[in-house]
């Protein structure tokens, strides 16, 4: 038998060549590597239920949020070897979540997201409430933890209600310091913007009559949903808490705006924070409730979907953020 390499490279080529025309043959195609990447992700919905109540976390989008350049009491060194023990690195992609949360009585959207505020990243918060079976029409209130742009840029687009059924829901505090001039004149220059967001946004809701103030922290109606203050963050900074039997949802808005930072060292504060002591007290607090108490938390700037619970870290010093077990059936988190 003839065994010389170039005999037995010609009966290679013919083996190859043989199963080419066998898979043509049998309908096989070859691989289609040059296929373009579809990009994107799935819509920005997560179910969850707390006793008979089902909650959606909502995506809005994420940005490109500037750690470097905004968070205050963290050195460079620190920040860069906290977000590298997480895998991260600046700029951290922020999420910017909004809660709906079907009491079964009411349905009731906590923040809005930011809407047109924040550019291309965000605004998605309507097309994703959607496709969780939901209707913006369907919405009865809107409760905002704060009027920053992101929470409540997603009210309104192009000065149109986008929740056009709904009352809203704000504090009497928040609602008077970002409404007034003078607040406005002595507060930083890149609060500016803020200031005018606020206004705008509030304006078609306010126009049909459709604002109400929270003057106080307690109940806010016979289903089971609470308002308690955490300002610091800004003047009139709500969180929102929701009692079914022993089980408890804190909607704490802007507590936390990273994990990887302020849930280790809660010191650590945001440029933006109106009273960074105040913040750091209130974050403080209800971190500390949260973890004694088991409460489940929706966190508007961690990881989306935002849903989870709080523990004390290992060495003794801050706490860790558990994400909420993924649960296709959208059941119970405990």
């Known amino acids: 038998m003839n065994t010389s390499p ?60 500037p750690v470097t350049t905004v968070m205050q009491g963290v050195t460079p060194k620190q920040l860069e070897a906290a977000l590298r023990y997480d895998f991260l690195a600046p700029p951290v992609a922020g999420s910017i979540n909004a809660f709906l949360i079907n009491t079964g009585k009411r349905l009731v959207l906590i923040d809005s997201g930011a809407g047109l505020l924040y550019g291309d990243c965000c605004g998605r918060l309507q097309a994703h409430l959607r496709a969780a079976g939901y209707a913006p029409e369907q919405i009865d209130a809107v409760y905002l933890t704060h009027l920053h742009k ?29 409404t007034s001039p003078a607040a406005k004149a002595a507060a930083p220059d890149f609060l500016s913007s803020f200031f005018d967001a606020a206004v705008a946004a509030l304006q078609p809701y306010q126009q049909a009559g ?25 003047p009139g900074h709500l969180s929102y808490v929701l009692h079914r039997g022993d089980q408890t949802l804190v909607v704490w808005g802007d507590i936390v705006h990273v994990a990887s930072l302020q849930l280790p060292r809660p010191e650590i504060t945001v440029k933006y924070d109106s009273d960074a002591a105040a913040a750091r007290r209130s974050r403080t607090e209800l971190a500390g409730q949260v ?16 849903l989870g619970h709080l523990r004390r870290a290992p060495q003794g010093r801050g706490y860790e953020w558990v994400p909420l077990n993924y649960d296709e059936q959208g059941g119970s988190p405990h």
């Open 6 to 65: 170039v005999s037995l490279s010609r009966r290679l080529l013919a083996a190859g060549l043989l199963g080419l025309a066998l898979l043509g043959m049998a309908g096989v195609s070859p691989a289609r590597a040059a296929a373009p990447k579809v990009e994107g992700q799935a819509p920005g919905f997560y179910r969850t239920t707390l006793g008979d109540v089902e909650i959606t976390a909502l995506s809005d989008g994420t940005h490109a949020f």
């Open 150 to 178: 992101d929470h409540v840029g997603g009210i309104t687009r192009n000065g149109v209600m986008q929740f056009p059924n709904a009352t809203l829901y704000v504090s009497a505090h928040e609602l008077a310091y970002w």
């Open 210 to 234: 459709r604002v109400r103030t929270i003057e106080a922290p307690g109940p806010l109606a016979d289903d089971g949903l609470e308002a308690i203050a955490t300002p610091g963050h800004t």
């Open 291 to 306: 973890v004694q108490r088991r409460y489940l938390v929706a966190a508007a700037h961690v990881a989306f979907p935002g």
